[in-house]
């Protein structure tokens, strides 16, 4: 953490309009909710009890505006459809970071709310205003029972949604978020017990919404917030639908570095490169949808996804499919020594092991899969050269990105890009065969020596053996001895202000584009996928480089 | 993936409550009020509820002296202070001790629940205790924190 609190939130003008946008309207509801509820002459009965209801109004106000809000960024299906045409006003990217927001803001003035709650109906029970006791306001009305029921609500779910707990046991997150659906019934009904009246005695009707608001002097704001609930059950339903047209699981690969790769077929399933999707195996389990990204590009027949088996839905589709956790570890272990190995198992690390239902005698569980989901790593055709970095196993998306590209190059229709960049930062390479063996093809393809640069570099530590290895095979050899591909492999961790430096000054002296003029602008994206103290770093470098002649942009993605 | 570790989970569900707890002592101490005052109590207008004679020991330490409210205040302090746990508390073993969060969660249940505005507090305890009390029966462990490591008996 270089950077100091303030400067990352006031010095970074669009966190500080974000800022003064997000927390200048909270404040401003407040203050409204407050001083129309202060200044309301037919509700001089509750003014009474002065600043408490002041505040509790204010807060509620507020609060009925996060309610409208915390679902906004979960739209996931309108948000992959309007971002890339918003990426310029907003990250549409960062929507949890957004949700979260909504969430620290909520559980702050739901503090207050209640705090002022609790004050008010003690006041109520002393006064007598209203002939009831402060627990017949707590316990008995609407507003009291909601309440309450919220508030545990949100205690089970900010608790379990917590980084750690989600990383432990993401069911745990997943079915207790679902409450959401209990906690948005209480929210557009918390106010149904017209507690804000100017009568002695609630209003009730016998028609929707149930109380009159001739008495009933309420926001209603539910009548605003409800919408997007309404909207977010409507996608769901669409997901759920969707989920459910036909789609066939064709073929599993079984990769000697243990990654299953999933080939599925789904006529209506339409995707660019670089998303992810959502993988749901009812055999296994029934609710559960796992994220994976979309390693197949578009031009596929089929749509694949590369799943290692690391966690324990991932292991028990393992053994369903007759490669378990134990026969994998066997040929992980082996690929990772894989570099002497090699010529005598006969099994070079592209090979993989096919399992077919019309060859084998296993059959294949039936797949649901829903998505896709967006990424900013869309946008690459739109710059002149894309610099990808994928770090470990964020280097997915980018197999789907660089098959896209291969079969664009084919037809000759690579938009703006003249170049790209791929620098893979991993520990262990070995481990990652599929994706070597697709990187491999990807470079035997090309013809432009220039347009495609792998760049890997491995920051495992080596051991002398190794390093001997790598001296002696190296020296010479067509093909790197460790990828066995024709580009070296780096050790030690990039330096990217060097690197984007040097990319700099050869894009300003003309020799990086040969033919583009330096009074042009030339327009770099940065596409990296990883670990967030790598995309700091990274994102710096790509800011200190920028200039009036090259424009670098940074972007990250979410997993 | 797959395995939650329940005594990491209770510890953030016991600091919210703990916190909760606190800031309910907080106005507990200008709103004084017996939560159970209306088992046998009259309504006043004005006034409110009249507590019943057979609450006096309550009405005593709630709302003449708000000792209650001071316990659970000061319990509740105590809570958050060793489920950070602050580094007096982390020299110490005990401040590893399930059991002892048990036993001073359902404390605090017990203190909160007296008076007006710990209600939700107490439930919440209660919730943290119980999910302490799993966390005990699959004898989970809480790991050793990293300056204390290798210090042997001394940490």
């Known amino acids: 953490m270089g950077e100091s609190w303030f400067r990352r939130e006031f010095l970074t003008p669009r966190r500080l309009a974000f800022n003064v946008i997000f927390y200048g309207l909270h404040f401003f509801f407040f203050g409204y909710g407050w001083y129309s509820q202060a200044t309301n002459q037919r509700l001089a009965g509750l003014n009474s009890l002065k600043f408490s209801v002041w505040a509790s109004r204010g807060a509620g106000l507020v609060l009925a505006f996060d309610g409208g809000l915390i679902l906004i960024p979960m739209f ?103 409450l959401a659906f209990f906690f948005m019934i209480g929210l557009y009904t918390h106010a149904t017990g017209c507690f804000v009246r100017d009568s002695v005695d609630p209003d009730y009707i016998s028609s929707f919404p149930f109380y009159s608001t001739q008495h009933c002097l309420g926001y209603l704001s539910w009548r605003f917030i409800i919408w997007p609930g309404i909207i977010y059950f409507g996608e769901r339903m669409w997901r759920e639908y969707r989920a459910r047209r036909t789609t066939r699981l064709s073929k599993v690969l079984v990769h000697p570095s243990g990654a299953m790769e999933l080939r599925i077929i789904k006529p209506s399933f339409k995707y660019t490169a670089g998303q992810w999707l959502f993988v749901q195996i009812p055999e296994i389990s029934r609710f559960q949808w796992h994220p994976f990204t979309i390693t ?145 093809e990807v470079e035997a393809a090309q013809a432009d020596p220039n347009f495609l640069r792998i760049n890997i570099y491995l920051t495992q530590k080596i051991s002398e053996d190794m390093l001997w290895n790598i001296a002696v095979n190296d020296a010479g050899a067509e093909y790197d001895p460790l990828t066995l591909l024709r580009t070296r492999t780096m050790f030690g961790r990039p330096d990217w202000m060097t690197i984007f430096g040097q990319m700099k000054q050869a894009i300003e002296t003309g020799q990086y584009l040969p033919g583009s003029k330096s009074q042009l602008k030339t327009k770099v994206g940065t596409y990296f996928c990883g670990p967030g103290a790598l995309a700091k770093s990274i994102k710096e470098a790509t800011l200190a480089n920028s200039g009036s002649t090259i424009d670098f942009t940074f972007a990250k993605e979410h997993f | ?133 799993r966390a005990e029966m699959l004898k989970e462990k809480m790991a050793v924190a990293k300056e204390n490591k290798g210090r042997g008996g001394r940490a």
């Open chain 2, 1 to 133: 993936m797959g395995n939650l570790i329940w005594h990491e989970y209770a510890r953030l569900v016991s600091i919210t409550a703990s916190v909760y707890a606190v800031w309910s002592a907080f106005f507990g101490l200008f709103y004084r009020k017996f939560f159970w005052d209306f088992v046998g109590g009259t309504l006043r207008d004005p006034g409110g509820i009249e507590p019943s004679p057979n609450a006096a020991v309550f009405i005593t330490l709630i709302v003449k002296v708000p000792v209650i409210q001071m316990l659970s205040m000061a319990l509740g302090m105590f809570m958050i202070a060793m489920e950070f746990p602050i580094p007096p508390l982390k020299k110490l073993a005990i401040h590893r001790s399930l059991v002892v969060r048990i036993v001073l969660l359902l404390f605090q249940t017990f203190l909160t629940i007296l008076y007006y505005q710990g209600t939700n507090a107490a439930i919440w305890s209660l919730i943290a205790a119980v999910s302490y009390g």
């Open chain 1, 296 to 440: 197949s590009a578009p031009e596929d027949p089929y749509v694949s996804v590369h799943i290692r088996q690391v966690g324990d839905w991932t292991q028990a589709l393992g053994d369903r499919l007759g490669v378990g956790p134990s026969v994998v570890a066997n040929m992980t272990s082996a690929a990772l020594k894989g570099a002497e190995k090699e010529e005598k198992s006969g099994m070079t690390r592209g090979d993989f092991v096919e399992l077919d239902p019309a060859i084998a005698s296993i059959t294949l569980p039936a797949v649901r899969i829903d998505g896709p989901y967006g990424a900013p790593a869309e946008d690459v055709f739109k710059v002149e050269v894309a610099v990808l970095i994928g770090a470990g196993i964020g280097v997915t998306p980018f197999a789907s990105i660089l098959k896209h590209i291969w079969y664009m190059q084919r037809k000759g229709r690579l938009g703006t890009l003249r170049r790209v960049e791929f620098f893979w930062v991993c520990r262990d390479a070995p481990s990652f065969g599929w994706f070597q063996s697709l990187l491999q």
């Open chain 1, 76 to 178: 996931r299906n309108i948000i992959r459809f309007v971002r890339p045409k918003l990426t310029w006003l907003f990250p549409a990217d960062e929507n949890i970071w957004f949700h979260r927001q909504v969430a620290y803001s909520m559980a702050f003035w739901a503090m207050v709310h209640t705090t002022a709650h609790y004050v008010n109906f003690i006041n109520v029970e002393r006064t007598q205003i209203r002939k009831q006791t402060a627990l017949q306001i707590h316990y008995t009305q609407p507003g009291g029972i909601t309440g309450h029921f919220m508030l545990l609500i949100m205690v089970l779910m900010y608790t379990t949604a917590h980084h750690k707990v989600r990383a432990q046991c993401f069911e745990v997150f997943w079915y207790t978020h679902h």
